[in-house]
């Protein structure tokens, strides 16, 4: 007697679901190219090309959309959420150069209170193709979403903000980077590197607090964090006078300063 070979999930294909499993795997965990997953399979014997596998990554990730609608609803009840995009080139069929397209990434996660217990909202990440950086596609993804959003200060963003359903959260590692890029370059430490302290130390009390629950979390921002952050305004405010306008540092400072509302948040 001769064993039934599993289904496989495709139509008319011998591709068993572990190794479809195995090529999104490569692909999305490992990062490998199929250019390398098909040098991978060729030293173990087995011929399999990567317009093979290509088309075997497509249908496999149709087959996975059943899930996209129960992971958005459980994503959009997380207390937090956090935005960003990425560049993607683009080939499109018909074309010889590449375009730039984005994939934004969603991410929900956070704690809430329930009958007096700090409760995990189990994290889910959700990635979406777009050709273009329209505040239109974060727009329509969070269009019912209420809560906390922690994103960058893309102008994009501003219509996110304006029912007050969504509460804007600023990104103090997107503010840092304006002045370590300046301080880099700088031979002797200036200003710029000034600043870096005054955000190390606010760096030095969330590294602290990491494990805290959020309501220690709280407390311990009250009573260490906002003495620091206040002499840091006074601090910003006292030293951007004179700054040249268009000088990187000025602009580093205007930024902390615009966003302030979102940053201390």
Known sequence: MTASAQPSPLPKSNASASLLANILANTYVDHLPLNR???RYARRGVHLP???LCEWKLAAAELLEV??????AHQLQAPRMHVDDTTLPLLEKGRTATRTARLWGYLGAGQREENGVWVDHPPAVVF???ESRSGSHPLRYLQKYKGYLQAD???????LYETGDIVEVGCWAHCRRRFFEIAKAQSKPGLAAQAL???ASLYAIESRIRDQTPDLKYAARQIDALPVLAQFRQWLEGNVIGLPAQAPLAKAFGYALRHWPALVR
């Open 153 to 159: 200060a893309y102008s994009g963003h501003g219509a």
């Open 67 to 72: 899930l996209l609608p129960p992971l958005r």
């Open 50 to 52: 990567r317009a093979t």
């Open 128 to 130: 979406e193709f777009a």
């Open 197 to 199: 302290q005054w955000i």
């Open 37 to 39: 997953q098909e040098m």
